[in-house]
């Protein structure tokens, strides 16, 4: 019976360890795009300067019309929304982050419950077979032991 249950106890085990590792691949690549997703924000931000700069330098010198203002406004506002949607999609990883990371933990807990069963079951296991080697030598002996000779003259009526 205990070599039947060990047998599902491991291959629980197994099937935790396997879940476990999947999970930390899923944490792996939910912090590899957060952390992408930080540096495109930084790299943004800075082509975003440069870019507001090179639009005023482009109109500062130069007599130009309100709609050339607007249109210079208007791709300065086009950046800064896509600063703003970086910003809101690098929140939005960042919750798929601790999420992931929520569940690593979980399945991190689940393997070792699971691991520890197996070391019950197999310390159970071990003790049972050697109570089992020591009732075989115990028989063994007696087997051995010559039989106590009867003498007939005590059992005669």
Known sequence: MIPEILKVKKHKEKRAKSYMLECQ??????????????????????????????????IQNTPVGLKAVDKMNREVALLKDKELNLIEQGEQLRQELKQA??????????????????QKYEELKKE?????????????????EPEPKHNSSFFAF
Do not use: C, M, S
Not at 26 to 48: C, H, P, S, W
Not at 101 to 113: C, D, G, R, V, W
């Open 101 to 118: 990371q929520e569940t690593l933990e979980e399945a991190k807990a689940a393997y070792h419950k699971a691991y520890l069963e197996v």
């Open 128 to 144: 049972v077979e050697q109570e089992e080697k020591l009732e075989v030598e115990y028989k063994e002996e007696l087997e051995q």
């Open 25 to 58: 691949e899923g944490r792996d690549l939910a912090r590899t795009k957060y952390e992408n997703n930080k540096k495109e924000i930084e790299d943004f931000k800075v082509f975003r300067r440069e870019e507001k700069i090179r639009l005023f330098q482009k």
